[in-house]
């Protein structure tokens, strides 16, 4: 009698209990997090313009600097350096350093041969660009990103306050025909609106090389990558998650700050890019992991739920609701992220790519725990 009670009339009880229980869940991420990012506005800066360097570390990327470094050099900028370290390069990278050394007075290029045998990846020449960089502000950027405006250094500064040590920025991807460039778009917008999100929150965890910005005394203090230097990736997500904080941390959104590159042209490419940046989260601090955690669980628990409750054939008018409850909220929330992001067009397939991602992130983690990705690049 009673595994009858259980199975025919308490069970889908105490399953619609447990999908009730992750949409709230998932409710508290989308209003107390994500939303702050939804409705912020930037601050009037209160900081004086100083000097900025710009670091670039550059493995082979004739092709990419050609293109992006005169953009950068260009900037709108009173006071500014930008420093290539040229990483071993055995292409025609020196010569048009070179020339546009000539060129430019305020480009300045320092030239590695070897690696350190205990450094890993980008870390060991990112590390001699920060430590020679001229002025306490650094920006770091990518050989292959091109920055969207020429107020793309101004805007990076302004958001430095006389408390702030850390700056995020937002780094997208080109808009490219076909299926496989919106969801790598929209993967890159929904970890913007994550950490960025929790920066807002005042919970920092993360930030992306491609646009990050923090003070050369901030690195020395903390040892610069030592305590990670044998990871190959996370030179720029641990360093944030270990030395940003609720009060040395600020964001900068405002589309002109932006830098833009060209995202990967094939699933398996793109894979593997994923594995490298899904690398490092198990060396997160462990409030990040667990509220991270719960929220992947939480979305994952959610549609499975929703499956197994439409599966059991009971009453689905309630599950049904809770579902479009969440999607409302989802919607609401994220397409405010989204449109802050300049992401818009990413809007309609938010249910459909959250639920992909969702598979995909499983299935790198899952991979990730068998094999390391040994590439930095």
Known sequence: MIDYLFNRQLFPFI??????????????????????LGRYR??????????????????????????????????????????????????????????????????????????????????????IGIKSAKYDQVLLTDADCRPASKEWIRQMQSAFTPKTEVVLGYSPYYRNPGILNKLIRFDTAHIATQYLGYALAGIPY???????????????KNQGFISHYRIRSGDDDLFINRVANRTNTAIMVQPGSYTF?????????????????LSTSHLYKFRHKLLLGLYAFSMAAFYGL????????????????IFLLRLISQYIVLAACMKKLN?????????VFEFLLMMFNFGILVSNMIRKPTRWK
């Open 15 to 36: 399953l619609l209990g447990s999908f009730a229980f992750v949409f709230l869940v998932q409710q508290i991420f989308y209003w107390l997090i994500f939303w702050r």
């Open 42 to 127: 930037h601050p009037e800066p209160t900081s004086k313009l100083t000097g900025v360097t710009v670091v670039i570390c550059a493995h082979n990327e004739y092709r990419h600097l050609k293109e992006t470094l005169p953009l950068i050099l260009e900037q709108d900028y009173p006071v500014y350096e930008v420093l290539v370290v040229n990483h071993s390069s055995d292409d025609d990278t020196r010569y048009l350093l070179t020339q546009l050394e000539e060129k430019y007075p305020h480009l300045t290029t320092i030239y590695i041969r070897e690696d350190l045998n205990f450094f890993s990846g980008k870390k060991f020449p990112l590390s």
């Open 206 to 220: 993360m930030g992306v090389g491609r646009n990050l910005s923090y003070l050369k005394q901030v690195f020395y």
């Open 261 to 277: 590159s060209d995202p990967k042209d094939s699933l398996g490419k793109w894979i593997t890019q994923k594995k490298r940046h």
């Open 306 to 321: 929703f499956i197994l409750l439409l599966a059991c054939n009971w009453s689905p008018i309630p599950v049904l609701g």
């Open 343 to 351: 992401e818009k067009d990413l809007v309609p397939f938010l249910p």
